[in-house]
C-alpha cells in the first residue's frame, strides 16, 4: 500500500477562483481528516469524516467544504480563494472515527496551494 | 479552548547529549496528547501517545496534569532524531490541536 496518497502535488491559484483537492486513503480506512498547515504553524484540523458522513469541522469559514465518496476517498473544496488560504493541505486517514480508541492517523504528504 | 505551546522553535544538541523537547497545554477536559515526528521529506507520523506509556525510539514523554505540560524526553540523541516535532492535543475525541512545532538538530 503506498499509504495515503493527494493530488494534485502542488497547485497555483488566483485570489477569488475555486480549488479541488483530492485524497485516497489507506485501503480499509473508512476515516478521513483535512489539517490547512500554514507556513511556520503546525497542521490545523478543519474536518473529519467518517462512513461518509461528516464528523465535525474546525474554526473554517463556510467557504471550505468536503465530501466523502463511497470508496473513502475524500475532496476538499474551497471557494472564493484569499491570499491567507495559502498553505499546505494535509489529509490524514484512519481505520475508525476516534483518536480516543486507539486509532491512529496516517497523514499524506500534503498539497502546497499558493494563492497569488 | 484548547491551545498547545512549544516554546522552543529550534534546538540544537550534540549526539550523546540529552534532548528535551516543551509542550504546554491548556484544555478543560480530560487530555489526551501525542507527539508527531516528520524526518525530512517524509510524511508526519505518530511518534507515540500519551496513553500507550511506551519508549519509542528511546523518547518518553510523561503527562504532568498539575503543570499541564507533556515534555519529550530522550537521554542520548542520535543523529537521526535532527526532525521536526509536534506536539498535539486530541479534543472532541477526534480533532487535533498542534503545537507550532520544534525542529531539532543533532550534531556530530
Known amino acids: 500500500d503506498a499509504g495515503v496518497t493527494q493530488s494534485p502535488t502542488h497547485l497555483i491559484k488566483t485570489r477569488g477562483q475555486h480549488v479541488t483537492l483530492r485524497c485516497s486513503p489507506i485501503s480499509g480506512h473508512k476515516s478521513v481528516s483535512w489539517y490547512q498547515q500554514v507556513l511556520g504553524q503546525g497542521p490545523q484540523f478543519i474536518f473529519q469524516y467518517y462512513e461518509k458522513e461528516e464528523r465535525g469541522r474546525g474554526n473554517f469559514p463556510d467557504r471550505f467544504s468536503a465530501r466523502q465518496f463511497p470508496n473513502y476517498s475524500s475532496e476538499l473544496n474551497v471557494n472564493a480563494l484569499l491570499l491567507g488560504d495559502s498553505a499546505l493541505y494535509l489529509c490524514?486517514?484512519?481505520?475508525?472515527?476516534?483518536?480516543?480508541?486507539?486509532?491512529?492517523?496516517?497523514f499524506g504528504p500534503g498539497t502546497r496551494l499558493t494563492v497569488t | 479552548a484548547q491551545r498547545v505551546t512549544q516554546p522552543e522553535k529550534l534546538l540544537s544538541v550534540f549526539k550523546g547529549a540529552p534532548v528535551e523537547l516543551k509542550c504546554n497545554y491548556s484544555?478543560?477536559?480530560?487530555?489526551?496528547l501525542f507527539w508527531y515526528v516528520q524526518y525530512s521529506r517524509q510524511r508526519l507520523q505518530l511518534l507515540l501517545r500519551?496513553?500507550s506509556r511506551e519508549s519509542i525510539k528511546g523518547f518518553t514523554a510523561d503527562l504532568n496534569k498539575g503543570e499541564t505540560s507533556f515534555h519529550l524526553k530522550k537521554p542520548f540523541a542520535q543523529e537521526e532524531d535532527s526532525a521536526m516535532y509536534y506536539c498535539a492535543l486530541s479534543w472532541n475525541d477526534y480533532k487535533l490541536s498542534f503545537g507550532a512545532g520544534t525542529t531539532v538538530t543533532v550534531r556530530a
Open positions: 484544555y478543560s477536559g480530560s487530555p489526551e
Open positions: 500519551h496513553i
Open positions: 490524514a486517514s484512519s481505520l475508525g472515527p476516534g483518536l480516543a480508541n486507539g486509532y491512529e492517523q496516517y
